[in-house]
């Protein structure tokens, strides 16, 4: 088959759990199918991403994503006045609109793949091009990486500021009717998690509750580390902080948990790696008392992860699965997580990860690890078995060849 994927993020390198997901589901149906790669671009990415996408995809084309806050008010204030919640509608872009169109009109496509739902609207203006132009149905298919409603109402439940609370509620709201009724028109709707599929199923009364199930998947022997410290010193958050869950996430547990932490193991550092740290705990670290280390971006964090004793994702909102526990996993890292955070892994407490989600739990479980290198180790093992059973995108994504069969 001829497929327009059409993508969000451009899914290289592998610095974000939406890249993973769509590099792995475009590296497989290119194995089977003419696959042209249609995704927005962003200044931070490499020159060399498009080059590696094009050696296994027909065509990589990029359009321009451009933020600013002026558009974020300006898209915020049609958000208001219209039924499209705002996080789609600052995706909606022209030059976008236009590259769609001329894709479509010119190709004999047979399938369009929109990745997450902000790509939704522009598949399915392809499909009614090429209806009208070719007088051909494309076959719509969409990968639903989140119940994208379940984002602002969890954040809106730790949003102390009333006019937030009420404008991520407002969303919440509006994403519901929105994913319920895109869903809808799309000819199949793949999802990453049973947990995200049945929150839409039963908040909305979507008519998706057989809707397939294929999760994130990896490749478990890529990119794994080879030399670990004998004594590891770090207790390590990585993720994109301009995603409001991990900013967060990593932030009650620099309030919340750390503080204990550091006081019963004064030699541990807590280092925090991804772009865009929140100002507070950038101010934190200024204090070397605190011994808070805060990197921002970096491109190999290979070094920083080999000193690491424990891993952490103590999210409290988001959705779908966290590729972060995939790739602790791969790195051999013990992890401990909130439950939100570890929602749609096979995760089993105390053999391939550890649980907590007050301040009190999380403590006592990386402090166990700490104490124990021992209880790491076996920890680690389970949890690399899991991801090469779970998680293997080679034998995982066969299921695609259903969904385009």
């Known amino acids: 088959m001829r497929i327009l994927f059409l993508a969000q993020v451009l899914p290289y390198p592998l610095d974000a759990g939406p890249k993973t997901r769509a590099y792995y589901v475009l590296r497989y149906l290119a194995q089977h199918h003419r696959v042209t790669l249609l995704a927005f671009t962003r200044p931070t990415d490499p020159p060399a991403a498009m080059a590696h996408l094009a050696r296994f995809c027909e065509e990589v084309q990029g359009v321009p994503m451009r933020r600013s806050t002026l558009r974020n008010v300006r898209d915020l204030a049609r958000s208001l006045l219209g039924r499209w919640p705002f996080m789609v509608r600052r995706d909606w872009i022209p030059e976008m609109v236009r590259q769609v169109d001329r894709q479509v009109q010119s190709g004999e496509y047979d399938a369009v793949h929109a990745d997450q739902l902000w790509m939704a609207p522009y598949a399915l203006r392809g499909q009614a091009i090429s209806q009208r132009i070719h007088g051909k149905s494309l076959r719509t298919v969409l990968d ?49 998690t049973r947990e995200d599929r049945d929150a839409l199923v039963e908040r909305t009364g979507y008519p998706g509750s057989g809707d397939p199930v294929i999760p994130i998947c990896v490749e478990p022997e890529e990119g794994a580390l080879r030399d670990h410290v004998e004594r590891p010193f770090r207790v390590t958050f990585l993720g994109g902080m301009h995603w409001p869950p991990n900013a967060e996430g990593i932030q009650w547990f620099a309030d919340r948990v750390w503080p204990e932490l550091h006081q019963a193991f004064p030699q541990v550092r807590l280092t925090v790696i991804g772009k865009e740290p929140p100002a507070r705990l950038r101010a934190q670290a200024q204090d070397p008392e605190r011994r808070i280390e805060v990197l921002g971006y970096v491109e190999d ?88 059973r779970a998680y293997h995108w080679r034998r995982r994504y066969r299921a695609w060849d259903i969904v385009y069969s």
Request: glycine share 8%; hydrophobic share 45%; charged share 20%.
């Open 301 to 388: 964090p290979t070094p920083y992860l080999a000193e690491t004793a424990v891993f952490i994702v103590p999210l409290h909102a988001g959705g779908g699965m966290r590729v972060k526990i995939l790739d602790a996993w791969r790195w051999k890292l013990p992890v401990v997580s909130t439950s939100i955070g570890a929602e749609g892994i096979d995760v089993r407490p105390g053999e391939n990860i550890l649980l907590g989600d007050s301040p009190q739990a999380f403590s006592r479980h990386v402090r166990a690890l700490l104490a124990d290198p021992g209880r790491a180790r076996a920890m680690v093992e389970e949890a690399h078995a899991t991801l090469r």
């Open 144 to 192: 639903q990486h989140n119940a994208v409603f379940q984002i602002p109402m969890r954040l809106a439940h730790h949003q102390p500021n009333p006019l937030l609370r009420g404008l991520l509620h407002l969303e919440a709201t509006k994403l519901q009717r929105f994913e319920r009724q895109v869903c809808g028109q799309f000819d199949r709707v793949v999802w990453v």
